[in-house]
Each structure stands twice: as C-alpha cells, then as structure tokens.
Nanobody
Framework: VQLQASGGGLVQAGASLRLSCAAS????????TGWFRQAPGKERELVAR????????YYADSVKGRFTISRDNARNTVYLQMNSLKPEDTAVYYC?????????????????WGQGTLVTVSS
C-alpha cells in the first residue's frame, strides 16, 4: 500500500489543521492506521491510531482532547483533525499503515509509510 500525507502548514498557536492520508490499494481498509510525528532531534512518536473499522482509537496523552483521528474507507483516506495547536506540536507528521497486522504502537509495527507533511506552529 502507498500512502500520501498532506495538509501541513504554518499556523499560529491555537489554530487548527486537518491532515489527510490518502492510500492506494484495496486492502488499506483492513489495516490499523496511525499518525506519527517527529520533531528535530527527537524520536518518532505515535500521535494517534485508528483501527480498520474506525471503532477503536488511541491518542497520545499530549494530544488527547485536541486531536481527532478518523477514516473514510470508501475514500481510502485517514484524517487527523488538530485543534488548539501548540508550538510543541511542531514536527513532521507521517501516516503509516500496520500492514503486518501487528496491533502494535511502535514505528517498527507499521510497514507502510507516507512521505511526511510538515506542521509548524508559531507562538
């Protein structure tokens, strides 16, 4: 499966952005999908994760209550709605699919990755 992330940009603190992850491949809607981010000098971290059905979601504590992950399997697309953005949310955001069916939360558990989209939040 090939993934393409989009929607990043430069915003002020408190603003909102919606990231999109468009996928090719008929099996995408069977994969748990996640959004990760990586800030300069930091490790890549899982921000949010959604099951193939959309019924089960996970959020990192740092974004809980501000970010919402969703998916539209008919469009082969996963979204990340980011509200009340903070400067510490600045990072490159990547979408990834768990095509290993690992059920994990680490980058190594996700086999397909998009190219990343930069989110910059100014104070």
């Amino acid at each position: 499966v090939q993934l393409q992330a989009s929607g990043g940009g430069l915003v002020q603190a408190g603003a909102s952005l919606r990231l999109s992850c468009a996928a090719s491949g008929r099996t995408f809607n069977t994969y748990t999908t996640g959004w990760f981010r990586q800030a300069p000098g930091k490790e890549r971290e899982l921000v949010a994760r959604i099951s193939w059905s959309g019924y089960n979601t996970y959020y990192a504590d740092s974004v809980k209550g501000r970010f919402t992950i969703s998916r539209d399997n008919a469009r082969n697309t996963v979204y990340l709605q980011m509200n009340s953005l903070k400067p510490e949310d600045t990072a490159v955001y990547y979408c990834a699919a768990d095509n290993f069916y690992s059920g994990g939360y680490l980058p190594r558990d996700f086999g397909s990755w998009g190219q990343g989209t930069l989110v910059t939040v100014s104070s």
